[in-house]
């Protein structure tokens, strides 16, 4: 089964909320396809495979265990169909809206919904607009050689 609709929705003039410019990659938008939304709604049908549509006409294809949690919230944790170490596909699924992640060895993208239909965005993180986390920061006064031992009094 397919997430989404074969063809790509109309992107013009949208924005990606939630995310820093610098890290949003290349954006596809799509609808949720029919047999999804049903599938999704009703929770006993949640399917093990589906297929999500990647920007650039690419897709990845994601087995999935489901777990209804409070609230109504279906949560959909898996991995891709072939992939390696630390290749993941998580969902999210709240009142026919989809929100998750796909992390697999081409990028990282997002899944969100976007305005109050069908629509989704599936977004490819650019991960190296991130910091190096790490390398720890140093504090200023530390580069000035005025850090103080821990516990030493503060002149007043």
């Not at 989404?4 to 596809?28: C, H, K, L, W, Y």
């Not at 999500?52 to 994601?62: H, K, M, N, R, Y």
């Not at 409070?70 to 170490?85: C, K, N, S, Y």
């Not at 992640?101 to 997002?110: C, M, Q």
Request: with cysteine; charged share 25%; hydrophobic share 35%.
């Amino acid at each position: 089964m397919s997430l989404f609709g074969a063809a790509p929705v109309d992107s013009s003039n949208r924005e990606i909320q939630g995310m820093r410019p610098e890290t949003v990659g290349a954006v596809a938008y799509f609808s949720l396809s029919a047999e999804a939304a049903n599938n999704l709604r009703s929770r006993a049908n949640t399917p093990q495979r589906m297929e999500i549509a990647l920007p650039g006409g690419g897709s990845v294809t994601c087995t999935f265990r489901s777990e209804v949690r409070p609230g109504g919230l279906l949560l959909l944790t898996g991995t891709p169909v072939g992939g390696g170490p630390g290749e993941r596909c998580n969902l999210v699924v709240d009142n026919g809206k989809v929100t998750g992640e796909v992390d697999i060895a081409s990028g990282r993208y997002r899944i969100q919904p976007v305005g109050s239909g069908a629509t989704h965005a599936v977004i490819e993180v650019k991960t190296e607009a991130f910091p190096n986390e790490a390398e720890p920061k140093i504090a200023p006064e530390e580069r000035r050689g005025d850090a103080r031992e821990p516990g030493a009094p503060t002149e007043r």
